[in-house]
């Protein structure tokens, strides 16, 4: 019986809100190499505030998940809107070519 449980559970567990640590970036590639170099370092500074803004609210994604399914079986966050992950991935992706272009300019 619990095993059917489990089962049953399984579809709305996989809608659940992922870990910020979990998500992965998306490639930017060279989407910044034209960027001046004086630019660079403001526009990371910025884009690390961003992210860790968008992983603040994430981890509230997460958590209003849990609740929801362990008290009716649905991802509430998940479904009302509230999951980052697409926006987080976007973000470690910019971060990623922002420190390149960085790298480059030294």
Request: proline share 5%; net charge positive.
């Amino acid at each position: 019986m619990k095993f059917t449980y489990a089962i049953a559970a399984l579809p709305f567990l996989a809608a659940c809100a992922q870990s910020p640590a979990s998500i992965q970036p998306v490639s930017m590639g060279n989407a910044f190499a034209a960027m001046p170099c004086q630019r660079v370092q403001t526009d990371l500074t910025a884009e690390r505030q961003s992210l860790a803004a968008l992983e603040s609210k994430q981890k509230g994604a997460v958590v209003g998940d849990a609740v929801g399914v362990f008290l009716i079986g649905v991802p509430v966050s998940s479904l009302t809107g509230n999951d980052r992950a697409g926006a987080i991935a976007a973000s470690k992706g910019k971060i990623l070519a922002l420190e390149a272009r960085a790298a480059s300019c030294n």
